[in-house]
Structures are given as structure tokens and as C-alpha cells.
């Protein structure tokens, strides 16, 4: 088999050749569930710095709704959906949705196929907790501004957006992606409107593989300005 990151590279530069560029997500996520293919992603659980971010956080989630954006499998969702939250989790691949099911068979988390960039039209403003790990870096550089200013919407008033995104320092050269990591002005610009920045960290992740990443949390007022 391929190695996983670079099968990723290919079928993302097929699909970007063919004017599709979100199309790859769901020719992998077939692949491997037909077992000629590898999630790199797959963690099999949820992301360390999502769990780091809880941590300290004494987060009560009764009574609220929180999203997760480009779900994958769902570690993320169901770790989220344990702290009480009423939890939405969508993937633009329905195949990964539907493993997400299947991989927990009895799971509150309301999943769901959508596309961050054309949502439910009753999403926006209203979730107190979104969650975005690594989705917009999986976006080519013609998607991104519109991937972020969705992924923001999102959020509702007193509400917060994590966002856990790969490093990309202003002066290295650029990389063949995905992934295609995020400048800190990029992890900036994800305040929108009334939400703010609270902190915005350069963490290392201790991997594997060893990386650099944006670790960053933002707030959007109880009134809007
Ligand atoms: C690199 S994976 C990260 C998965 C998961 N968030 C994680 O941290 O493990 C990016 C995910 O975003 C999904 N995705 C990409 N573009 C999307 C879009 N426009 N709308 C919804 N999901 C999308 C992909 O199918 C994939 O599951």
C-alpha cells in the first residue's frame, strides 16, 4: 500500500486538477472502508490538544450545543458529547459519517453529512462550543477565507470556537499539502465580526509525527456590538 500521506497528496491533487476540491475527502474515506486505504487521521482518539484544552476547563455542556466541524470519524464529537453537550458533528464525506455511526453505535452526538462551506441555513449563531481541528488546513488556499468565516458563524452569542490547526511559519516555504498549515494570520482572521481571540498558542504536539500547532480560542460576546 501507498504510504497514507502520500495517497492524501494525490487524491487531493486529482481532485484540485478536476475542480473538486473537496471531492477526495470521500473517495478516501470508501477506500478505507473497503481496507485499501488508511485514514491518517484516524487516531482512534479523540486530539490531544482538544483534550488538552478541557483540561482545567470545567466545562458543563447541559443545556448548550456544541458542533464539530469535518467530523472524520467522530473521536472528537463523542469526547465533546461527554461533557453534556447537546452535540452536532458533520462531514462532507457521507462515508465517514456513517462509520461514525457504526463506530459507536450508541452515541447521543446528532451526525450528520453537510458542507462547511454551503451549511444548514439554521446553523449559524447558534452553538455555544464549535470545534475546528484540522479541516480548514485540509482546504486549498482558494477556500480558506470562505472556510473560516463559516466555521465563525457558527457560533453563537457568550459563545467560544476552538481551533486546532498545523503551524505555518511566514517565511518557510510552502509545502505540497494537504495538509496546508495555517499562518497566524490566518488563525486571526477567524475573528469575525463580534468574536474575539482569547488566546491563540503555538503548542508542540508530540505527535507522531512531532508538530507545530496552533492551539487557539476565541469568544463571541453575549450581545452582539
Ligand atoms: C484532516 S481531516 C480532520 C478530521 C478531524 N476533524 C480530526 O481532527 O481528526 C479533515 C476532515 O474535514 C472533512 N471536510 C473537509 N472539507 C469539508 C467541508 N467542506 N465540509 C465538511 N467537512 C469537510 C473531511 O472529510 C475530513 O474528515
Redesign the pocket.
Known sequence: MTDPEEHVRNLAAEALAGANP?GW?ERLYAEADAGDAVVP?D?GSP?RLLVRWTQNKRLHGEGKRALV????LGE?AEFVSAFGYDTFA????AT?IRNARERFPSTKVRYRT????DPPDNWPGSFDLVVE???VQ??PDSLRDS?IGQVSEMVGPGGTLVVIAAVWEERAEPEPGP?WPLTKAEVEAFATGSLRAATIEEVVDAGPPETHRWLAEFHRPRKRN
Open positions: 473537496t475527502f487521521w487516531r486530539h466541524v469535518g467530523c472524520g472528537d458533520f462531514d462532507v464525506s465517514a453537510a458542507d462547511l462551506l481541528s484540522l479541516t485540509s482546504l472556510a495538509p
